[in-house]
T-cell receptor
Framework: DQQVKQNSPSLSVQEGRISILNCDYT??????FLWYKKYPAEGPTFLIS?????DKNEDGRFTVFLNKSAKHLSLHIVPSQPGDSAVYFC??????????FGPGTRLSVLP | DTEVTQTPKHLVMGMTNKKSLKCEQH?????MYWYKQKAKKPPELMFV???????INESVPSRFSPECPNSSLLNLHLHALQPEDSALYLC????????????FGPGTRLTVL
């Protein structure tokens, strides 16, 4: 049973436009969410996080939105750059429990 | 310094070999993790060490044996592995337990022949 879902295996976006990556979860006990970015042959790199008490967190070109009632979060990248092309993992946990990663979405930013 | 280092980068071993994967961090983190990642899948947690003590073992076969010699080092000893154990093995660390952001190393690509 997948507790964290990323229903789009891949996404292509034109350079300069907005990339929106989506993540849904089923466990209402999750209280912290993170996005990781992963290039081939490298470990995941932490990107941005959000606590369940917030609905938005912004860091430069990256913004994460959380809709608790819908159990949905999204990562917005504006403007998208070719270097953003990677696999993006959504991850979630609740205090004292383990990280749960989503299956990932491969983002391709086209020049 | 937010770097987690892992050695070796690549490892090829036979089913009868004994080898070890190494992980190191100097961020003062007290929690360290081993993950296994198969192609096109998310990382799967294997072990968690908190303050040098094994706190979580996610039902990993005994052919994988973790060791935390000190707060900066984490080893994964491998013995009698199977070809299906071939994967990317990722080490991560966080300030404290699973409640903090985890920082990942580059991984060791393991191939079992």
């Amino acid at each position: 049973d997948q507790q964290v879902k990323q229903n789009s295996p891949s996404l292509s976006v034109q350079e300069g436009r907005i990339s929106i990556l989506n993540c849904d979860y089923t466990n209402s006990m999750f209280d912290y969410f993170l996005w990781y970015k992963k290039y081939p042959a490298e470990g995941p790199t932490f990107l941005i996080s959000i606590s369940s008490i917030k609905d938005k967190n912004e860091d430069g070109r990256f913004t994460v939105f959380l809709n608790k009632s819908a159990k949905h979060l999204s990562l917005h990248i504006v403007p998208s750059q070719p270097g953003d092309s990677a696999v993006y993992f959504c991850a979630a946990y609740n205090y004292g429990q383990n990280f749960v990663f989503g299956p990932g979405t491969r983002l391709s930013v086209l020049p | 310094d937010t770097e987690v280092t892992q050695t070796p980068k690549h490892l090829v071993m036979g089913m009868t070999n004994k080898k070890s994967l190494k992980c190191e961090q100097h961020m003062g983190h007290r929690a360290m993790y081993w993950y296994k990642q198969k192609a096109k899948k998310p990382p799967e947690l294997m072990f968690v060490y908190s303050y040098e003590k094994l706190s979580i073992n996610e039902s990993v076969p005994s052919r994988f044996s973790p060791e935390c010699p000190n707060s900066s080092l984490l080893n994964l000893h491998l013995h009698a592995l199977q070809p299906e154990d071939s994967a990317l093995y990722l080490c991560a660390s966080s300030q404290d337990r699973v409640t903090d952001t985890q920082y990942f190393g580059p991984g060791t690509r393991l191939t079992v022949l």
